[in-house]
């Protein structure tokens, strides 16, 4: 119901946009990403912070501006995000999680032809695959759990929210854009009651592409 409800979002602010005097760019995102875990294995434990995982992540990005510095921005993003633990005797235990992510970001942009940007809003999206890399150690109620096997089944639903900033230039209609952006997850992928709470950060440096394929009313 979540996803349906945030589709139908979607298609509706699309819409409006399409049929207002709108300038509207599609590009793709590419670049790497760092995730960091923090949880809680039972209510009223202190926190407990296990390592991360980077990689790369790519999207492709709708831009839309109703006014010459300010817009919205839509990206269909693939983004892995996991965790690496180690024991006291140095066995390491990592698991991986593949999300399909929607930012819906505002953006704000200063200055002309080279501009300093401030893009924030929340993401939504849904776990494609769960994998075990590493299972080096079999860990107690203190430790996280497996999420990638045949008996796992972790939830699939994720949101949180983005905040980033940036440096882009503009060349006639294309845009390149430097990022760097900071995700909070308040999504948790456990759904068997083995730890009461899961929550995760991602920090992303990416370069963006955008070709602009309808002018705003401003540009006329």
Request: no cysteine; hydrophobic share 40%; aromatic share 16%.
């Amino acid at each position: 119901m979540q996803i349906k409800a945030f589709l139908l979002f979607v298609l509706t602010f699309a819409a409006i946009q399409l049929q207002a005097n709108a300038q509207l760019s599609v590009g793709f995102r590419g670049g790497i990403s760092s995730s960091n875990v923090s949880y809680r294995y039972q209510l009223g434990r202190p926190v407990v912070n296990a390592g991360g995982i980077s990689g790369t992540t790519y999207a492709f990005v709708v831009e839309y501006f109703g006014q010459k510095n300010a817009g919205l921005q839509l990206e269909f993003q693939h983004l892995t995000l996991g965790y690496t633990q180690e024991n006291d005797a140095l066995a390491v235990n990592q698991t991986e999680w593949q999300y399909f992510k929607m930012p819906v970001l505002s953006n704000f942009y200063f200055g002309n032809k080279g501009r300093f940007h401030i893009k924030l809003g929340p993401h939504f999206g849904y776990l494609l695959q769960a994998r075990d890399l590493r299972r080096e150690f079999e860990g107690d109620e203190t430790f996280l759990p497996t999420y990638g096997q045949a008996g796992d089944d972790p939830r699939r639903f994720m949101y949180g929210l983005n905040v980033g900033a940036g440096l882009s230039k503009l060349f006639g209609k294309s845009t390149l854009a430097g990022d760097v952006r900071l995700a909070y997850e308040f999504g948790n992928p456990e759904s068997q009651n083995r730890i009461f709470d899961i929550n995760s950060t991602t920090l992303e440096f990416s370069l963006t592409y955008l070709f602009q394929i309808k002018k705003g009313k401003w540009q006329k």
